[in-house]
């Protein structure tokens, strides 16, 4: 079945740092790729997406490239803030098993910024 | 726009109450879902809807009951609570077409069952 692995947390960075979060996804067809974030107290909401290979999601300075050959889709920040500190999940969407009205999701990265 | 909104936030039951979240969306959003959010156990699907009247079983639904009477209410039932179902609970809901299926979050329900 399909499934999204994330790198464990929690992440801790100082503001301005580099940030990688891995992702790597097991599919039978060709997925849509997502990150979703998390605010504190807050529901998910969409950060960026990807919905076929070679492509390159990006919003609010994050990006991340749907990479088919090593079925990975690692978020990437160059300077992270203190208000980027969210957890942070990757998701797919395959419409060739489990239906496209689904979404899988990974166990979140937790991601904390200092000042 | 509302979006997608979630009553209660809050609520704490005893063991074997029974109970139901409301979520309402004002996007007309044919496909609707409930997940649940544990520590470490990232988003789990409980149920969801693709349209009025329908309703289908997903990764975790054991325990609880969805109902879809009309096209922007999903409403989840907990007829006997157990503190297994402690958790936070999200709905979302999605347009039927395009290949974009952003799912759209409301803001929560945190339930303590004791």
């Known amino acids: 079945g399909n499934s999204v692995t994330q790198m464990e947390g929690p992440v801790t960075l100082s503001e301005e740092a580099f940030l990688t979060i891995n992702c790597t996804y097991t599919a039978t067809g060709y997925p849509s790729l997502f990150w979703y974030v998390q605010y504190p107290g807050e529901g998910l909401q969409l950060l960026l997406k990807a919905t076929k290979a070679d492509d390159k999601g990006s919003n609010k300075g994050f990006e991340a490239t749907y990479r088919k050959e090593t079925t990975s889709f690692h978020l990437e920040k160059g300077s992270v803030q203190v208000s980027d500190s969210a957890v942070y999940f990757c998701?797919?969407?395959?419409?060739?098993?489990?239906?496209?009205?689904?979404?899988?999701f990974g166990k979140g990265t937790k991601l904390t910024v200092n000042p | 726009n509302a979006g997608v909104t979630q009553t209660p936030k809050f609520r704490v039951l005893k063991t074997g109450q029974s109970m139901t979240l409301l979520c309402a969306q004002d996007?007309?959003?044919?496909?609707m879902y409930w997940y649940r959010q544990d520590p470490g156990m990232g988003l789990r699907l409980i149920h969801y809807?693709?349209?009025?009247?329908?309703?289908a079983k997903g990764e975790v639904p054991d325990g609880y009951n969805v109902s879809r009477l009309k096209k922007q209410n999903f409403l989840l039932g907990l007829e006997s609570a157990a503190p297994s179902q402690t958790s936070v609970y999200f709905c979302?809901?999605?347009?039927?077409?395009?290949?974009?299926?952003?799912?759209?979050f409301g803001p929560g329900t945190r339930l303590t069952v004791t």
């Open positions: 996007m007309n959003h044919e496909y």
């Open positions: 809807s693709v349209g009025e009247g329908t309703t």
């Open positions: 979302a809901s999605r347009q039927r077409t395009g290949r974009s299926y952003e799912q759209y």
């Open positions: 998701a797919l969407s395959d419409p060739f098993q489990g239906g496209s009205e689904k979404l899988v």
